[in-house]
Nanobody
Framework: QVQLVESGGGLVQAGGSLRLSCTTS????????MGWYRQAPGKQRESVTS???????NSAASVKGRFTISRDNAKNTVFLQMNSLKPEDTAVYYC??????????????WGQGTQVTVSS
């Protein structure tokens, strides 16, 4: 059974930091592309950042220089370090696990989401 369990969300003041974690089970984590998405009230879910099995990262322009994604393959966990948070970062943040390009078996899994609220 595949599970993606996020933690680390909460309420923080503008300019503050939070670190999200997503621990997975049931997938070949080391070969999986991991990502973080977010969805603010009344808006569509959007990609925040991602990291491939090889460690290559890709981030939305709105978070570059503030958010950092990393992974620990030994712990099957991906992290999102969020610094210099802004009120517009307020959203539910979702962890995503996607099969790598060319994988023989395709998959795309989501966590349950964790709320991040940034007060002004």
């Amino acid at each position: 059974q595949v599970q993606l369990v996020e933690s680390g969300g909460g309420l923080v003041q503008a300019g503050g930091s939070l670190r999200l974690s997503c621990t997975t089970s049931g997938i070949a984590f080391s070969t999986t592309t991991m990502g973080w998405y977010r969805q603010a009230p009344g808006k569509q879910r959007e990609s925040v950042t991602s990291i491939t099995s090889g460690g290559s990262t890709n981030s939305a322009a709105s978070v570059k220089g503030r958010f950092t994604i990393s992974r620990d393959n030994a712990k099957n966990t991906v992290f999102l370090q969020m610094n210099s948070l802004k009120p517009e970062d307020t959203a539910v943040y979702y962890c995503n696990a996607k099969s790598r390009l060319g994988a023989p078996v395709k998959y795309n899994y989501w966590g349950q989401g964790t709320q991040v609220t940034v007060s002004s």
